[in-house]
């Protein structure tokens, strides 16, 4: 059964850095679109990193670029975010997510079709 598992979350302080994990469980992974998404409550799940495949090519929200960086490891199936000069506005849960194979864009929720169960990140002031 396909299956995405997040780790690594935590409490942090404004600042910090954190890395989260995502393990997949999926026989086509090492060919798939792999993306980063973050909610809060009453929110939008909203897009944070995306990476190609190939890591060839990476995607950032505004909100992000120039102080998360998302990897992956296709020997080890599981993508990464390394997440640096936090700030509490980044406290939400993080879900990572494949691609569809149809999918049309990178950054909307609707263009993914397996999801994790979410890691929980809490950046304190």
């Known amino acids: 059964q396909a299956q995405l598992v997040e780790s690594g979350g935590g409490l942090v302080q404004a600042g910090d850095s954190l890395r989260i994990a995502c393990t997949a469980s999926l026989p086509t992974f090492s060919i798939n679109f792999m993306a980063w998404f973050r909610q809060t409550p009453g929110k939008e799940r909203e897009f944070v990193a995306g990476v190609s495949w190939n890591s060839k090519d990476v995607y950032y929200a505004d909100s992000v670029k120039g102080r998360f960086i998302v990897s992956r490891d296709n020997a080890a199936s599981a993508i990464y975010l390394q997440m640096n000069s936090l700030k509490p506005e980044d406290t939400a849960n993080y879900y990572c997510?494949?691609?569809?194979?149809?999918?049309?864009?990178?950054?909307?929720?609707?263009?993914?079709?397996?999801w994790g169960q979410g890691t929980r990140v809490t950046v304190s002031s």
């Open positions: 997510a494949r691609r569809k194979d149809s999918a049309f864009s990178v950054q909307h929720f609707s263009q993914y079709d397996i």
